[in-house]
C-alpha cells in the first residue's frame, strides 16, 4: 500500500463547477497535510496545509482533514481554466521531517 | 519565503557521464531536500542534506549514485553519477518554511535532465 494515494485523474469539470480532490493516507500518525498545484513543467507551488480535523478555508479553496478515516481532501470552488494543473497531496508523519507526496491528481477545468 | 536557484535548469547528457545540480538559498536553512520526479509521477524524496554532515539517503538511493555535498547553509549540490536513460528526471532542490513554523516547502524550479 502506497504511504500517500490519489486518484490520477484526470478529473473534468466545467467552469464555475466544484472541484473535489481527494487524498488517502496510510499513516495515523501522520500529523500535517499539504496541497500543491504543480503546473506543467513548473515546481510545486503550496495551496495549502492543514493539521487539525475539519474544514479550512482560503478564498476559492478549502481544504478538509478527517483523521479517523486517514483522508484529506480539497475543494476548490468556482473552478477556472486557470486551476488547470496537477495537485499533489503531501503528508509528513509524526516525529519526521520528511515530505511524502502523492501521485497527483490531474484537474481540467472546461471553459 | 525562501528564493531558490537551481542550475543547470536543464541539460542533456551522455549515458555514462555525471552532472552536477547546484543548488543556492536566500537564507540560511537547517536542512535542504533533493526531489527526483520522473516524467509523469509524483515527487520522490532522493536525501536529506544537513550542513556538517552526511546527507541521508532514502531508501532506493545511495551516495555513490548520487554523492550531494552540503559546504554552508546556504548551499547545496547533488551529483547524478554515471547516468543511464532511467536517469532522465526533473531533479528539485527544496528547503523547510522555518519563519512561520508551518512546515511547508519551498521549491527551486528543478533541473530537468535528459540521458541520452
Known amino acids: 500500500q502506497k504511504e500517500?494515494?490519489?486518484n490520477s485523474g484526470p478529473l473534468s469539470v466545467p467552469e464555475g463547477a466544484i472541484a473535489s480532490?481527494?487524498?488517502t493516507y496510510s499513516d495515523r500518525g501522520s500529523?500535517?497535510?499539504f496541497w500543491y498545484r504543480q503546473y506543467s513543467g513548473k515546481s510545486p507551488e503550496l495551496i495549502m496545509f492543514i493539521y487539525s480535523n475539519?474544514?479550512?478555508?482560503?478564498g476559492r479553496f478549502t481544504a478538509q482533514l478527517n483523521k479517523a478515516s486517514q483522508y484529506v481532501s480539497l475543494l476548490i470552488r468556482d473552478s477556472q481554466p486557470s486551476d488547470s494543473a496537477t495537485y499533489l497531496c503531501a503528508v509528513r508523519m509524526d516525529s519526521s521531517y520528511k515530505l511524502i507526496f502523492g501521485s497527483g491528481?490531474?484537474?481540467l477545468v472546461r471553459p | 519565503s525562501a528564493v531558490i536557484s537551481q542550475k543547470p535548469s536543464r541539460d542533456i547528457c551522455q549515458r555514462g557521464t555525471s552532472l552536477t545540480i547546484q543548488c543556492q538559498v536566500d537564507s540560511q536553512v537547517t536542512m535542504m531536500f533533493w526531489y527526483r520526479q520522473q516524467p509523469g509521477q509524483s515527487l520522490t524524496l532522493i536525501a536529506t542534506a544537513n550542513q556538517g554532515s552526511e546527507a541521508t539517503y532514502e531508501s532506493g538511493f545511495v551516495i555513490d549514485k548520487f554523492p550531494i555535498s552540503r559546504p554552508n547553509l546556504t548551499f547545496s549540490t547533488l551529483t547524478v553519477s554515471n547516468m543511464s536513460p532511467e536517469d532522465s528526471s526533473i531533479y528539485l532542490c527544496s528547503v523547510e518554511e522555518v519563519t512561520a513554523n508551518t512546515g511547508e516547502l519551498?521549491?527551486?524550479?528543478?533541473s530537468r535532465l535528459t540521458v541520452l
Not at chain 1, 54 to 58: F, M, N, S, V
Request: some cysteine; charged content about 30%; proline content about 0%.
Open chain 1, 31 to 33: 500529523q500535517s497535510f
Open chain 2, 106 to 110: 519551498f521549491f527551486g524550479e528543478g
Open chain 1, 4 to 6: 500517500v494515494e490519489q
Open chain 1, 105 to 107: 491528481t490531474r484537474l
Open chain 1, 54 to 58: 475539519g474544514d479550512k478555508e482560503d
Open chain 1, 21 to 23: 480532490l481527494n487524498c
